[in-house]
């Protein structure tokens, strides 16, 4: 695999069982450059969410190979998938799933205190620097549920971002917001992709934001469009 795909897979399949055998996923092959900004669209029921499951190494039933910066995933044990999606991986949902109680900082700091490859006062700096760059500094002592659900979400995204990871997923991660929201969070993602060379695979149902990536694919009954 060359230097400049982020990510790959080759013949994935996947498959329910429950209630009946149905195949959710028919033979995909696709790679995804590194820096590239990928939008994920199709009908509710396509197969977005399960294929982000398997791109992220959390849902590891599948046939078919998943390689990330040229590592192959599929096979491994899961403990090493969980080291390796906490230090590779950014996934940003449609909700936010914040610890409401904790302070802003508290949450984006949190992933990074549990991969313990830094000091705390490494990590504090990193979580300012993102809160920073999520326009979200003034906010960081605040607790988390006394801020806007943009802000919210923006939080999530800072905290995607605490331990640098090559690739951030996003299951919809403007599903959620306003208008003026989902372009303040789509610029975001494109900054990264292009500052930082991070790779972004976002699923949407923004036909402006996924018409404004680098790319689009498109899943329709777990088949790809080329
Ligand atoms: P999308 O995210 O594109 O809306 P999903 O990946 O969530 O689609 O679902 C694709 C298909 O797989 C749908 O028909 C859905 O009902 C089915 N499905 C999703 N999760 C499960 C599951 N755990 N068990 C059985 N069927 C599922
Ligand atoms: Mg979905």
Do not use: W
Request: hydrophobic share 40%; aromatic share 8%.
């Amino acid at each position: 695999m060359k230097e400049t795909i982020a990510l790959s897979v080759n013949h994935l399949q996947k498959y329910f069982y429950v209630p009946n055998k149905f195949q959710v996923l028919k033979d995909l092959s696709f790679e995804v450059k590194k820096g590239e900004f990928l939008s994920l669209i199709g009908k509710s029921g396509s197969g977005k969410s399960t294929l982000l499951y398997i791109l992220s190494t959390m849902d590891t039933d599948y046939q078919g190979e998943l390689f990330i910066n040229n590592v192959l995933l599929t096979g491994k044990k899961q403990n090493e998938l969980a080291a390796f999606r906490n230090s590779n991986i950014g996934f940003v949902f449609q909700f936010h799933y914040l610890l409401p109680e904790f302070s802003v900082i508290d949450n984006v700091m949190l992933p990074a205190l549990k991969l313990k490859t830094k000091s705390y006062d490494e990590i504090r700096a990193k979580a300012m620097e993102n809160l920073n760059l999520l326009g979200l500094k003034e906010q960081a002592e605040k607790q988390a549920n006394k801020l806007s659900g943009g802000q919210q979400q923006r939080v999530a995204i800072a905290r995607a971002l605490i331990n640098d990871p090559a690739i951030i997923m996003g299951d919809e991660p403007t599903g959620n917001l306003d208008s003026k929201n989902t372009q303040i969070v789509f610029e975001i993602f494109k900054e990264l992709a292009k500052e930082r060379g991070q790779t972004i695979i976002a699923v949407t149902h923004d036909d402006d934001f996924a018409a404004n990536c680098d790319r689009i694919i498109e899943l329709q009954d777990g088949v790809l469009l080329k």
